[in-house]
């Protein structure tokens, strides 16, 4: 089914109400908050619901992050994952951009840090360079993103591909 701009923006807003009412519950605590990369009108499909289903495992057996709660929302406009780290944000932020650099399926994951204040913490403020495009690699994906570098059914079929490559990978996989 294909979502529209509204359904999106409110999507957002919703994610943006859960993340404060999290932060609200778990005060001293790190908020996480994973979505899947699915480029194009049609966010949740077999891809997507594939890629929740192995992001949410891999979290179950990944202890290094201290998950203390972790909750799962299937939506049309796409699989939300949320979850309570207790470790330092710094340090939880750290851990993410490593899933998300190292494990085979983490290019198709975004992991949001969350501050108190309800804003992400970007990689940059750890000293990390942005993430590069899944198709060129060479520019910051969110400049290919802005200037439209790529195509929709492009950047689709580089998803399938990389799905494809490691849809098999453990639950259990070590970085």
């Known amino acids: ?14 994610r943006h109400q859960m993340h404060l009412d999290l932060l609200e519950q778990y005060p001293d605590q790190t908020l996480v908050s994973v979505t899947m990369v699915m480029p194009g009108p049609v966010k949740s499909n077999s891809i997507s619901n594939a890629l929740a289903d192995k992001a949410e495992a891999f979290l179950h057996h990944y202890k290094q992050l201290q998950i203390e709660y972790i909750t799962r929302r299937d939506l049309n406009t796409g699989s939300e994952i949320y979850f309570i780290s207790n470790l330092p944000l710094m340090e939880t932020k750290r851990l993410c951009c490593r899933i998300e650099d190292e494990h085979p399926l983490g290019r198709l994951w975004d992991f949001d840090v969350i501050r108190p204040d309800s804003r992400p913490l970007s990689r940059t403020e750890l000293g990390l360079a942005p993430r590069k495009c899944i198709i060129c690699g060479d520019q910051d994906a969110i400049n290919c993103i802005r200037a439209r570098r790529h195509s929709k059914p492009d950047l ?11 849809q098999d990978t453990p639950d259990d996989y070590e970085l």
């Open 156 to 166: 689709y079929t580089r998803v399938e591909e990389i799905f494809a490559q490691y």
């Open 1 to 14: 089914m294909e979502v529209t701009l509204d359904e999106l923006l409110l999507s957002r807003d919703n």
